[in-house]
């Protein structure tokens, strides 16, 4: 079963990865969990929800509840998971008044221009151990 928050991220990704880290420290409920596009928790995801796009470049954000999965992603998803951080992090999520246009075309130019910033990463840090049951594969 699918925990009620769950960021899906690129694990090849060194600002995806910085950002893991950066989401897990910022959220002190514990409340979001993680896995990586690439691994089978992600692709149960994607295959039932068609209509998230086969070449999006973005994190996922998915949040369910009971029977009901919603997936977001570009800076709708952002938006959605800064409103599951600690304050003042999670005001960001009222950025999302702004115009899609807007945020989208600013998150895919950082989404563009990312493993040319922070590299790819080989193997992630592996988290605390009390960090451990909020990753999935």
Known sequence: MT???????DGECG????????????DSQGAIHFA??????????LARHPEVPTDVDSVLF???????ERVTWYSAGAFRIARHLDRPWSWLAGLGVL?????????????SARY???GKVDACTLPAPEERARFLA
Do not use: N
């Open 3 to 9: 925990p009620p928050l769950l960021v899906l991220y």
């Open 15 to 26: 600002f995806c990865h910085g950002s893991v880290r950066w989401i897990v420290d910022h």
């Open 36 to 45: 990586p596009l690439a691994g089978p928790t992600a692709q149960a995801i």
């Open 62 to 68: 998915v949040e369910r509840e009971g029977d009901a």
């Open 99 to 111: 115009p899609t246009f807007l945020t989208d075309a600013g998150y895919k130019m950082v989404a």
């Open 116 to 118: 040319r910033i922070w």
